[in-house]
């Protein structure tokens, strides 16, 4: 046990507090640190949103919110915006305060030497390097920690749901969008689709489309429908737009399905050329192999100019084909291929007839992808439901019938009995001009986590296993992109796939 973790100063373990219903005060100003934190819910991937509101007195001294991965925290924003002397002050913040050294120094420590007195949290967090340490630091700093429970603590889970999912899972939340007639329909026989669902709810699709940090769509529904798949501010919903730092927006990266490679045949440009999704940010075309990716990774030897395999890499009869020249990337269930300057190409472990998409989430979550959002057609989006592995499901309805005929916007096996059917527990609506939006969700849980040791994630920079896999994924996707700016202690370091395997499940 880490110093101080599970012992009981005054009442109660360490890093425990019990959710309370919060007082008319406590839960306005919580309520106002909430909206801070809603300001950057669609630019602060791969970090939670939080928002923190300082109060004494009755007098709002500072408050801020996160804005990006690798700018100040919330806590760190309100301080900066008191300027000054905040000594005996509450801190109202959505998530629990961090201890770790991450891309910032811990925020517990900040509000300590700051020489708060008390801090109201919306929610724990269940990143496996905070999981109550930050809490159990501002305890035996002598800080009192009040936890908020009831409705305000489910609307400080909902705000960051994709986040605490992924971080626990190491797989993104997946969020599938379809836009139907009322009668289940995406498009007539003849393939015409354009428009079924209204301009506003299209508009609400460029909000998921922003939210998203990965877009996973197919070869069948590029070669139909020729999409760019791209966030549009100018379409963007007025809501979304109120105090969005549009200079923040990323497009997100874009994986094509395409098992068999189509589009990547004998390395030829030309056969994206005539594809907008290919012509814009990044994509990668995802082909299915039934080669060993573990043994490849196994032999990958990173170097200054990528990664390449120290051995030939054998062939064999079936699947996508490694190509030790191209390669840029690997681990223990994915290769990465250079395939233009732009777009990769991403082998994965094939299931039957069809890319793994478990093994596409795990890439994903690997490089730190909170939100997967899949747009495409009937198959592919039934292939995740059906597999379970959709968070959340989004179904713009419109008020017409395309008769049995026209192509349904699902293809899912019949369930033996109505008990066997697949059933998501919740269910919202929403009225988007003459259009429902139906949302299907699963319930907000969050996780029991353990968090690592405290010797590790307090107060010294980490060493810890799981930062270790981040650093060896993140290299990865740094290679893949070509963004690496290799170091020398990277050079020529063996990337066994034991030592990642390993790693990854710590
Ligand atoms: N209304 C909407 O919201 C919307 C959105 C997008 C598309 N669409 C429409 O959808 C139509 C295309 O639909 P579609 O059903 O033919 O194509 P689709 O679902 O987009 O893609 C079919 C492909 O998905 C891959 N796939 C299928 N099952 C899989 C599994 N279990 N695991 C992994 N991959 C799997 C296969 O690719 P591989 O063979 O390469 O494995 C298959 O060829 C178009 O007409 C388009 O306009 C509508």
């Not at 990143?127 to 400080?156: D, F, H, S, T, Y």
């Not at 529904?221 to 798949?229: A, I, K, Q």
């Not at 009225?431 to 010797?455: E, G, H, Y």
Request: charged share 25%; proline share 5%; net charge positive.
């Amino acid at each position: 046990m880490a110093k101080g973790e599970g012992k009981k100063k005054g009442k109660g373990k360490l890093g425990v507090v019990k959710p309370v219903e919060l007082n008319e005060t406590d839960a306005h100003y919580l309520k106002l640190a909430l909206k801070e934190a809603k300001r950057g819910r669609y630019t602060t991937s791969p970090n939670p949103a939080v928002g923190c509101v300082i109060v004494r007195d009755g007098e709002i001294l500072g408050q801020g919110f996160h804005h990006a991965a690798g700018q100040p925290h919330a806590e760190i924003m309100a301080l900066r915006d008191a300027g000054g002397d905040v000594a005996g002050a509450c801190v109202y913040v959505t998530l629990e305060p961090c201890c770790h050294y991450g891309r910032t120094p811990p925020c517990a420590k900040a509000l300590i030497e700051a020489g708060v007195k008390r801090v109201v949290i919306g929610s724990r967090d269940p990143n496996p390097k905070v999981a109550g340490g930050g809490i159990a630091m501002l305890q035996e700093a002598g800080i009192e920690v009040v936890l908020a429970g009831g409705k305000l603590n489910e609307r400080c889970l909902k705000l960051n749901r994709a986040f605490f999912k992924s971080i626990t899972t190491n797989r993104p939340f997946v969020i599938t969008k379809l836009g139907m007639s009322i009668d289940g329909k995406i498009a007539l026989s003849d393939g015409t689709s354009k428009w079924i669902t209204n301009e506003d709810s299209r508009s609400d699709g460029q909000r998921l489309r922003l939210w998203a940090d990965v877009l996973i769509t197919t070869a069948a529904t590029v070669r139909v429908d020729n999409p760019r798949y791209n966030v549009r501010i100018d379409e963007l919903p007025a809501e979304v737009m109120t105090g969005l730092d549009t200079a923040l927006i990323r497009q997100p990266p874009k994986v094509v399905i395409d098992t068999h490679g189509t589009f990547c045949q004998d390395y030829d440009p030309e056969l994206i050329k005539p594809y907008s999704i290919f012509s814009q940010g990044e994509s990668f075309i995802a082909v299915g192999t039934k080669q060993n990716l573990a043994k490849i990774h196994e032999a990958v030897v990173a170097t200054e100019e990528g990664a390449v395999p120290k051995l030939p890499v054998s062939r064999v009869k079936t699947g996508w084909k490694v190509n030790a020249e191209r390669i840029i990337a690997s681990g223990p269930n994915f290769v990465v291929e250079r395939f233009t300057d732009r777009v990769s190409i991403l082998v994965l472990p094939q299931d039957r007839d069809h890319v793994s998409l478990e093994a596409l989430l795990d890439f994903l979550g690997s490089k730190e992808m909170r939100v997967a959002m899949v747009e495409a057609g009937a198959a592919l989006t039934s292939a995740f439901l059906n597999q379970g592995l959709v968070d959340e499901c989004y179904c713009y309805l419109a008020p017409m019938f395309l008769g049995a005929t026209a192509q349904s916007g699902l293809k899912l096996p019949e369930p033996p009995t109505l008990q066997a059917a697949q059933r998501f527990a919740q269910m919202d609506c929403k009225v988007i001009a003459d259009n429902v939006l139906v949302v299907l969700s699963q319930p907000l849980r969050l996780p029991a986590v353990k968090r690592t040791s405290r010797k590790k994630t307090a107060l010294s920079p980490a060493k810890t296993a799981s930062a270790s896999a981040k650093k060896s994924a993140s290299s990865a996707q740094k290679a893949a992109t070509g963004a690496a700016k290799k170091t020398s202690a990277s050079r020529a370091k063996k990337v066994t796939a034991k030592k990642t395997a390993s790693k990854a499940s710590s």
